[in-house]
């Protein structure tokens, strides 16, 4: 079946420095992926939109300049977290839907960011 | 505008029991619904899904059955096993996006 890659799956950096995270569609091409953080007990939140070849669209309240997207190729996408904080420690999850279909939505295992 | 609630858990059950997972969601127009499963370290899988009112979503022994004039889609499985124990997501997407809006989500365990 389709799979969506994400690395790395944890990642621990100091307060101030930047963290890459990429997602990728390994089988399929994807148009559109999106970018949702993960509260401990609580719900998966929308953070952006990622478009290839174009802008990403961001949710209402997440700042686009702290959360930078890059949706350079139809299998890529990218999440940089700059300056990271320890209020930026979450579960960071991607998901890719496959150009061919309407649905449904190819998950990423996600990346537990961890700010000290 | 667009949200999901799901029941709180956790939600214990032994073995065999029945199992109810309630979600109701709130949306303007005819939302699709899905119900989605995260098995411990892994990412999201999609379980079933329901794009009309009266579809009934299925897949590996659970249900759910969209109510529009209830607005909900509770998740249903007759006898579960302990390899279910996992979280629960109730969704729903609205439009073209691909966007999906999730619920808090539930976790379901099941002891032997």
């Known amino acids: 079946g389709a799979v969506v890659s994400q690395h790395p799956s944890r990642v621990i950096c100091k307060s101030g420095t930047s963290v890459k995270i990429e997602c990728r569609s390994l089988d399929f091409q994807a148009t559109t992926m999106f970018w949702y953080r993960q509260f401990p007990k609580k719900s998966l939140m929308l953070m952006a939109t990622?478009?290839?070849?174009?802008?990403?669209?961001?949710e209402q309240g997440v700042e686009k300049d702290k959360f930078l997207i890059n949706h350079a190729s139809l299998t890529l996408s990218t999440l940089t977290v700059t300056s990271a904080h320890p209020e930026d420690s979450s579960f960071y999850i991607c998901?890719?839907?496959?150009?061919?279909?309407?649905?449904?939505?190819?998950f990423g295992n996600g990346t537990r960011l961890t700010v000290t | 505008g667009n949200s999901v609630t799901q029941m709180e858990g956790p939600v214990t059950l032994s073995e065999e029991a029945f199992l109810t997972i309630n979600c109701t969601y709130t949306?303007?127009?005819?939302?699709?619904l899905f119900w989605y499963v995260q098995y411990p370290g892994e990412g999201l899988q999609l379980l079933l899904k329901a794009t009309k009112a009266d579809d009934k979503g299925s897949n590996k022994g659970f249900e759910a059955t969209y109510r529009k004039e209830t607005t909900s889609f509770h998740l249903e499985k007759g006898s579960v096993q302990v390899s279910d124990s996992a979280v629960y997501f109730c969704a729903l997407r609205t439009g073209n996006t691909g966007k999906l809006i999730f619920g808090q989500g539930t976790t379901l365990q099941v002891k032997p």
């Open positions: 949306a303007t127009g005819y939302p699709s």
């Open positions: 998901s890719a839907r496959d150009d061919r279909e309407h649905s449904p939505l190819h």
């Open positions: 990622s478009n290839e070849g174009s802008k990403a669209t961001y």
